[in-house]
């Protein structure tokens, strides 16, 4: 008996823990209330008790006017571009800098650290006819892949595209031509790319959001320059367009550059009283930090007017100076981040620096700094001791109990508590461990509302632990937040958001001042400032638990290689200097409202070849900016990721971009790259490093990876060689696992191919893809046109036929017209496959219905093209594919085992 009882306890405790850990308490109370039908009292209702504290805060909150929301907003919109690397960033720094002083907060901080940016070197298009220069703006990249197109500049004829769609196109010649399209056309301007356009023009055309801004950017690098003209221009060159199609010249130069950012902060402290009689703890001791960002994004990096971002900047300013005026008992520090939008960058440089759980991390984190060398745990470390050099390089500890980020949109004058966004969160989950943690502040925040402002509308929504819903309720896109960044590391952090907003015009270049609801953000500026004012002195506000989050940011450096056997035939040993690697967030999601999900590091800058080994006779003819000393040689190449942003396995993929733009060089997928030096780094140690290996190549890109039959994404490729043979060298970009997924997929992806160190050539490729392992769909080969002009007869197949017929792979470049390749691809191989057969008496009269209807789709296709009847030619190319891949894979299958 004593067991058992013993056991029914351990049962209880494990519910009663599972109840407040992995379920949501309130969906528990309900189940046990339904199960014993428990009748609930009714409370006596006592009225809420008002102080004069309360109404003096609601009369401290509502001296904040439209004006003054305003007139922040118009300043910081006006800048021109806030995203860091342009002109504007570092103005709204200078901005926020300039405000902390005019409040009188004392002991600023400014702590510097970089990101890497695609900064817009200029772009125009000029008419040829009359040489009148028109500014346009480019795009941001498609993964690495810069809108840049070659210093010669691209020329072709501007036509007008519409939304994209191929009967729009029909009669006008597409191929080489500049395209001209309305900004709302979903992935439509992916049409005129693969049907040979050269560069697509967006325009505002009325319907700018920042759900039609996420489509004109892709996952992938694949090569689609993509430009913005401003509205009067636009209308101009949409008349000549639909009038004439005059011949127009295009230039534009975008690169990846390592740019400096800022954080700023600055503390309010705290009072110096014992919070209680037990004088146990310090009201100063308690610290909250405040925070908002000052950057801004958009599509179009060079236009970031950014109106809408700034709204969580006007907030804290006009937090801080409220909280400076009237002291709260906590401290309370305000920080403003410079790189929100590149990944949570700047929030996730102030936790590296400043607030970490784990044991490994606050070991290299001091207490406090000074001229000396750094106090850790009441002991100075000497600056020229090799302790110190294992320290973060100007970090000390910032131990506060709670962050609260602000990111605030004026569609709504509701504020919300959250403690999840999707960041980190690709796929919605609910962490209720997270939320029992934080729920009790939206609760504090619920009350102090009905205090401050009594009998009003909802000001504050409890999007934490919100009655008979989830948190999902009240987030219907995509939203990254600092508070993310925060409880990674194991911190407790939420943030006070708009509930229920779309953010219409967030990452757009038209997200400007006159779109600002300036009414309803200054409402939730008011209610953020009495809330802070409320929580900065109340005694209760932390919450009191032995609950904590677990920290789980880990870093990881590593070297960028080429394996050059001129050098060492073994091992790849030369590295390389400024080049680009990357990672992304899981889930494939590019953008969570203008958060950035691929993260990205520029390699370290330096030589390349060991001096000492140059021979005396080979001085003439070297580079000799390549060569420095062995010790620098190993400077070079490096990346680091300070924080990893998840807990996941990540694909590691670098590139080497050239001064116009094109890859030259890329991860290499082959026997001698990721076989052996793996581009995936597991979740492990505290600090890891790796190296990643990359090959000279060319891109190709593929566009309409759909699968005509059942219109589900291609997301299994094989690259074989002219030879149908796997590459020593090769690589690939594309999005697993699309085959399974719902909604909006990406229809495109890229390979490269290997560049000859002698000749300067690159290597043909063939592309092969399917939902699988098995199934070829989609196959590109480039098989000869004039086998399916004139098929050949059966008694003329012999091995070089055949040969031949397998085609000889795809140059470097884009696929034009993909569809028609690729069934024509099919077509070819199966035509001469059966012949084969049928010299040994082998066929089937399925295959050959199906095989001739094909090439009569196949020929219909080539008169549509010819007659500029696109939508024809896609119809008749799609039939054709559809038809071919029904028997490919038994006409493969019966060639290979007879």
């Known amino acids: ?158 036509i007008y595209g519409g939304k994209g769609s191929f009967s729009e196109l029909n009669g006008k010649k597409v191929e080489g031509s500049v395209v001209l399209m309305d900004f709302d056309c979903d992935q439509g301007y992916l049409s005129p790319r693969m049907l040979g356009a050269q560069a697509i023009l967006f325009y505002d055309n009325g319907r700018v ?51 400096p950012t800022w954080n700023i902060f600055a503390t309010v402290p705290g009072s110096e009283d014992y919070i209680t009689e037990r004088e146990e703890r310090k009201w100063k001791d308690q610290q909250i930090v405040l925070s908002a960002f000052y950057d801004a994004i958009s599509v179009v990096p060079a236009l970031a007017p950014g109106a809408e971002n700034a709204s969580g900047l006007a907030a804290l300013l006009h937090t801080a100076r409220v909280l400076k005026q009237n002291p709260p008992k906590y401290s309370v520090t305000f920080l403003a981040t410079g790189s929100h939008f590149q990944g949570l960058s700047g929030i996730n440089d102030f936790v590296y620096r400043h607030s970490r759980e784990s044991d490994h991390f606050r070991d290299k984190i001091p207490d406090s700094l000074s001229v000396a060398g750094a106090y850790l745990d009441g002991e100075l470390i000497p600056r020229d001791s090799e302790d110190f050099e294992e320290l973060i390089p100007g970090s000390y500890k910032i131990d506060f109990r709670l962050f609260i980020g602000l990111d605030l949109s004026s ?101 400007r001042v006159e779109h600002v609801n300036m009414g309803n953000l200054t409402r939730q500026i008011q209610t953020a400032i009495a809330a802070m004012m409320k929580a900065g002195e109340d005694p209760e506000f932390f919450r009191v638990s032995k609950l904590k989050l677990q920290d789980r940011g880990h870093s990881l450096r590593g070297q960028v290689l080429w394996f050059d056997r001129n050098v060492d035939f073994a091992l790849p040993r030369v590295p390389v200097p400024g080049g680009v690697a990357t990672y992304r967030q899981p889930g494939n999601v590019h953008s969570c409202a203008g958060v950035r999900t691929l993260i990205i590091d520029k390699t370290t800058e330096g030589p390349i070849y060991d001096i000492d080994k140059l021979a005396d006779d080979q001085t003439e003819d070297a580079d000799l900016k390549l060569f420095g000393d062995k010790d620098k040689v190993k400077e070079t190449g490096w990346f680091s990721f300070e924080i990893m942003r998840n807990r996941f396995t990540n694909r590691i993929l670098a590139y ?127 098989a000869p046109q004039k086998f399916l002009d004139n098929p050949v007869d059966k008694r003329e197949v012999n091995p070089d036929l055949l040969e031949e ?65 696109y939508e024809g030619f896609m119809n008749a190319s799609r039939r054709a594919w559809g038809l071919e891949a029904r028997g490919y894979p038994e006409v493969m299958a019966t060639a290979n085992d007879t």
């Open 1 to 158: 008996m004593r067991k058992i009882g013993t056991g029914i306890l351990w049962i209880i405790t494990i519910l009663m823990l599972s109840s407040v850990t992995i379920f949501n308490p309130g969906q528990v109370t309900d189940f046990f209330v339904t199960l014993f039908n428990i009748k609930p009292s009714i409370p006596e209702l006592k009225p809420i008790e008002i102080s004069e504290r309360d109404r003096e805060i609601r009369s401290i909150a509502e001296s904040i006017t439209q004006e003054d929301v305003s007139q922040i907003i118009t300043d910081l919109s006006g800048m021109g571009s806030r995203v860091p690397g342009y002109a504007g960033h570092r103005q709204a720094f200078e901005y926020v800098k300039q405000h902390f002083e005019q409040f009188g907060l004392e002991d600023i901080k400014v702590e510097e650290h970089t990101v890497t940016v695609p900064v817009d070197k200029g772009a125009s298009l000029t008419l040829t006819d009359t040489g009148e220069e028109i500014a346009i703006y480019g795009f941001w990249p498609n993964h690495v892949q810069t809108p840049s197109v070659p210093s010669a500049g691209i020329s072709g004829a501007l």
């Open 209 to 259: 959001t920042q759900g039609q801004a996420m489509d004109k950017f892709l996952p992938v690098p694949v090569d689609v320059p993509r430009f913005w003209v401003k509205k009067d221009d636009a209308l101009r060159l949409l008349e000549l367009a639909q009038m004439q199609s005059p011949e127009v010249r295009l230039t534009s130069k975008m690169d990846w550059e390592e740019v």
């Open 411 to 511: 569609e709504s004058d509701q504020l919300a508590s959250f403690s999840h966004g999707t960041f980190n969160n690709p796929n919605w989950q609910t962490d209720n461990y997270l939320n029992n943690l934080l729920a009790p502040y939206a609760d504090k925040f619920d009350k102090y509302m009905a205090k401050v402002f009594p009998g009003e509308e909802v000001r504050h929504v409890d999007a934490i632990a919100p009655p008979k819903r989830t948190w999902k309720n009240f987030m219907p896109i995509r939203l990254g937040f600092d508070s993310e960044a925060v409880t990674f590391v194991g911190k407790e952090g939420i943030t006070l958001a708009t509930p229920s907003t779309v953010r219409r015009f967030v990452d757009t270049p038209v997200d």
């Open 656 to 782: 080497d971009i050239d001064e116009e733009g094109t890859i030259t060089s890329a991860p290499d997928m082959g026997t001698e790259g990721d076989k052996k030096f793996p581009l995936t780094q597991r979740y492990g140690w505290w600090e890891n490093e790796m190296l990643t290996v990359l090959f000279k190549s060319r891109s190709i890109s593929v566009f309409e990876i759909i699968d005509s039959s059942y219109l589900s994404a291609l997301d299994f490729m094989t690259v074989l060689n002219d030879n149908d043979t796997q590459p020593i060298e090769f690589g690939y970009t594309y999005l697993p696992g699309q085959s399974t997924k719902e909604g909006d997929v990406t229809r495109a992806a890229v390979t490269f191919a290997r560049v000859d160190e002698f000749t300067g050539e690159a290597e043909r490729l063939k592309v092969l893809m399917s939902t699988g392992l098995f199934g070829v769909k989609y196959l590109l080969i480039n």
């Open 805 to 869: 017929a397998r085609g000889e792979g795809y140059e470097p470049g884009v696929i034009f017209r993909p569809s028609y390749q690729a069934a024509k691809d099919m077509w070819v191989i199966d035509d001469v496959r059966m012949k084969q057969l049928a010299q040994f008496g082998i066929e089937n009269n399925r295959l050959t219905l199906l095989h001739n209807s094909a090439r009569e789709a196949l020929i219909e296709a080539r008169q549509h093209l010819e007659n500029l009847d």
